[in-house]
């Protein structure tokens, strides 16, 4: 008897909105367990959203001291490795290299001392060989691999390929003979050397991030690369995710004859500086009598659970609005244990057909907002004043995701905090180089949940 079983594996809540709140499997012919570690309430949106038809809890995973040595010692020499095959150091901060506890600083400094050795990149597959070897000695392998015996999916689809785990649960599939499918979750990924599961097949957002997987792991035969987009994007082409105007401007208490600049906000780590650059931009408006013509919409990063923009949203009461995030969180406040809800894709849908413009330090809204031909403005200059004292835009901007950009000129450059005014209330409309950036990136985002649907029914 054929099995129809499809495993959706969501180690934690990434992923979520792109493959649940999706129409990825909307329709479909298969039964569909959900093997997660979600509490009621999860589940309950869930449900609401996507037919579940049975739902297994993960059981609980401890990673041993040798499985963490290996991993993170295959990461950094990964890192090093890819720095110098495409001539980018940046890469390089992809590592924390300054541990806070003293068991952790011997332990990073053990694998930071040894990873040298390891240059060239058949050592690097000889221990990745070590590590599944390692994984499939944790008694959480025995664990999953009886699971999936008595589940018995035709294929397991996973979230994101970041998650340990996942790791685990596709090496007990792989032994088992069941077909493996895993996304890359964002645009940045490849290059920062975190993908630790291997599968039969890997859903990708374009050619370009195709090359990259090709160039990071040569080792992946290309035939079982997938271009399929990212449903991410679908959202904004229907028309019921935009809240009526009436509605989303008396609920955030905006004003609709001002026009209304949205600032996204990075995490703590990526952009330390966010509120310094929300001021500036509040004072630059401010000071030049704007305050009655424009309004300020802070969208904080979902996973910023900081009170870093307090004194500044209290400063600018009348000119900066904030419009938290709608996304559940439990009590852990842990960045891969909150996820939004069905009506943050709403929020965040009608932010960017609202809006007037996005400014943020190289965030992906660059995209949402080009959905609807909404300029964005990058951020380049640094703050005389630093909340950490390494950190520089310089650095963000050398990321190898950005050396997609087809030209400079896809996005307004802030450069200082002098052109604040002019670079903000000038734009109107996104450039030509945005939209071929936005190609590039994205490709076909509009038939995503279609080809990811028809890639699995295919396997």
């Not at 919409?297 to 400063?315: A, G, H, I, M, T």
Request: glycine share 2%; proline share 3%.
């Amino acid at each position: 008897m054929e099995n129809n079983k499809i495993m959706l594996l969501f180690p934690d809540g990434v992923g979520i909105r792109n493959y649940l709140y999706s129409s990825v499997f909307e329709g479909i012919s298969e039964d569909l367990v959900l093997f997660h570690n979600f509490d009621s309430e999860t589940l309950k949106a869930i449900r609401e959203n996507v037919l579940i038809n049975d739902e297994i809890s993960i059981p609980v995973y401890k990673e041993s001291v040798k499985e963490k040595f290996l991993r993170e010692l295959i990461c950094l020499s990964r890192l090093y490795y890819n720095a110098q095959l495409v001539n980018n150091k940046s890469l390089l901060t992809n590592w924390n290299w300054n541990q806070k506890t003293f068991s952790k600083k011997i332990f990073y400094k053990l694998i930071e001392k040894t990873a040298p050795f390891f240059k060239k990149y058949s050592s690097i597959l000889k221990l990745e060989k070590q590590y599944q070897k390692a994984i499939r000695q944790n008694i959480f392998y025995d664990e999953v691999k009886d699971i999936l015996k008595a589940a018995q999916p035709k294929v397991i689809f996973c979230s994101h390929q970041r998650a340990l785990k996942a790791t685990t649960i596709f090496a007990a599939a792989a032994d088992l003979g069941i077909k493996t499918t895993t996304v890359i979750y964002s645009w940045d990924n490849l290059s920062k050397a975190r993908m630790a599961l291997r599968a039969d097949n890997y859903l990708v957002w374009s050619h370009h991030m195709k090359k990259e997987l090709e160039i990071y792991y040569p080792e992946i035969p290309s035939e079982q690369i997938h271009i399929t987009s990212t449903p991410q994007f679908e959202f904004y082409e229907n028309e019921q995710n935009i809240i009526k105007k009436e509605t989303f401007y008396e609920q955030y208490n905006l004003d609709p004859d001002k026009k209304i600049i949205c600032f996204s906000g990075d995490d703590t780590k990526t952009s330390p500086d966010d509120p310094s650059y929300l001021n500036d931009i509040a004072e630059e408006l401010t000071k030049a009598g704007l305050q009655n013509e424009y309004q300020i919409v802070l969208r904080r990063c979902p996973v910023d659970f900081s009170e870093r923009y307090k004194s500044v949203v209290n400063n600018y009461k009348g000119l900066i609005k904030e419009i938290a995030p709608l996304w559940y969180f439990n009590t852990s406040n842990e960045w891969n244990a909150v996820y939004p809800s069905i009506e943050d894709v709403k929020l965040l849908c009608s932010t960017a057909f609202y809006a007037d413009i996005v400014v943020n330090v190289g965030s992906t809204m660059a995209f949402d907002f080009a959905m609807f031909n909404k300029p964005c403005v990058f951020i380049n200059y640094d703050q005389q004043t630093k909340n950490v004292k390494d950190w520089s835009v310089e650095t963000i901007y050398q990321f190898q995701h950005f050396k997609s950009m087809p030209s400079e000129d896809a996005v307004i450059w802030l450069n200082d905090k002098e052109e604040i005014v002019a670079k903000l209330t000038l734009a109107k409309i996104c450039s030509p180089a945005m939209h071929q950036w936005k190609d590039i990136v994205l490709e076909d985002y509009k038939e995503s949940a279609a080809k990811i649907r028809e890639t699995i029914n295919s396997i």
